[in-house]
């Protein structure tokens, strides 16, 4: 019988002789899986003139397969026949095909972008080992590329706010006042000596304000830090208005009323006297002067001599130079000290034949009168 044109296809593996069966192979490589190939059928003509009696399948971490010949020899066949094959032999069977690997469908894909399979690295590159990768796409690249640059801007900022606030690197070793006539330097200074070595940034102005609430003469303060190591004050005093008589004493008081402190004698400050025995303070009568008094520009208030009141609608101011001022109530009184300003800088030159002004009349800030 004819042997089948179908052979079950067993590639030699070119190298040096098979010291077993004395016939050209190659060592084996050591397999990671072993399993036996399927037996080919009995009489099955072999290219190279021998049926192999058993063969070894080796199988790598890569997709690729060899398929590899017994190293032992078949004893029952001789080295003379090694050529032909026997006479009685079957007609050659088809075995069982070699199972392939099935390629992936389409919508698998996706499920395999992020799949990378590389070779052992102990074997030198020969080119068996797939490499399976998609690009990362543009979106998500710089997505992450925007966190990480988050994260870093995160990490520095929480830095920069633990040296300013927990080390002595930018603490308080110097203070700097501004603002400051009625009290001296030397005293703010002293009032703020617990804030000093401490962190600049926890210094803030409403610490400042509190302690320098002891003195009355200061209205309001405002702080700001100048690192690395400089405390800046700037204190916003109350303004004097008026000496207050009472006695012996003299008593400096602003346009609230409050009482700022004592003066030495009346030229001390450029503001008008107040009888106290005859306006007691806190009472309607003294706030509505000293309520005038502090809406007077400083050069205005500078001429004036005294304020007096017999009610807190008939306030009246004395110049030094002797000329008074009717002021009325307490109302208007920004526009009221603009008038009388205009005024007095209007007297000082009058027209020829005029006779020199004595009383300028406010009390109706729209239509004035002097005479």
Do not use: C
Request: no cysteine; hydrophobic share 40%.
């Amino acid at each position: 019988m004819a042997p089948s044109g179908r052979i079950p296809r067993v590639p030699r593996v070119p190298g040096g002789d098979d010291t077993a069966g004395g016939r050209p192979g190659r060592e084996p490589q050591q397999p990671s899986r072993e399993r036996p190939a399927p037996p080919a059928s009995p009489g099955a003509a072999h290219d190279a003139g021998r049926p192999p009696s058993s063969a070894r399948v080796t199988v790598r971490s890569g997709p690729k397969v060899t398929l590899l010949g017994s190293a032992e020899p078949d004893p029952s066949v001789g080295d003379s026949d090694a050529g032909a094959p026997p006479a009685d032999a079957a007609p050659a069977h088809d075995g069982p095909a070699p199972r392939k690997r099935p390629r992936p469908a389409l919508s698998e894909l996706s499920a395999l972008a992020g799949l990378r399979r590389t070779q052992d690295p102990a074997r030198p590159p020969d080119g068996s080992a797939d490499v399976l990768a998609f690009p990362e796409s543009p979106r998500r690249r710089r997505r992450r590329r925007l966190l990480l640059a988050a994260a870093i801007a995160a990490a520095l900022v929480a830095g920069l706010f633990a040296v300013l606030l927990f080390t002595p690197l930018v603490a308080v070793r110097s203070i700097t006042v501004q603002g400051t006539h009625l009290l001296t330097v030397q005293q703010v200074e002293g009032a703020l000596a617990p804030v000093r070595g401490r962190p600049l940034a926890t210094v803030g102005t409403d610490e400042v304000g509190r302690l320098l609430g002891q003195f009355v003469q200061v209205k309001s303060v405002r702080a700001r830090a100048v690192p690395p190591e400089t405390l800046v004050v700037e204190v916003v005093e109350r303004v004097p208005v008026a000496l207050v008589k009472q006695g012996q004493k003299l008593l400096v008081v602003d346009g609230d009323g409050v009482v700022l402190g004592e003066a030495r004698d009346t030229s001390q400050y450029a503001v008008p006297v107040i009888d106290g025995s005859a306006m007691p303070m806190g009472q309607a009568v003294f706030k509505a002067v000293t309520a005038v008094l502090a809406a007077l520009p400083s050069d205005v208030l500078a001429q004036l001599a005294t304020a007096s009141a017999q009610s807190p609608d008939s306030v009246q101011l004395k110049l030094a130079d002797g000329r008074s001022v009717v002021w009325g109530n307490a109302d208007d009184r920004e526009l009221k000290a603009k008038v009388l300003a205009a005024l007095m800088k209007a007297s000082t030159t009058p027209q020829k034949g005029q006779s020199p002004v004595q009383v300028f009349d406010v009390s109706t800030p729209r239509h004035p009168v002097t005479r």
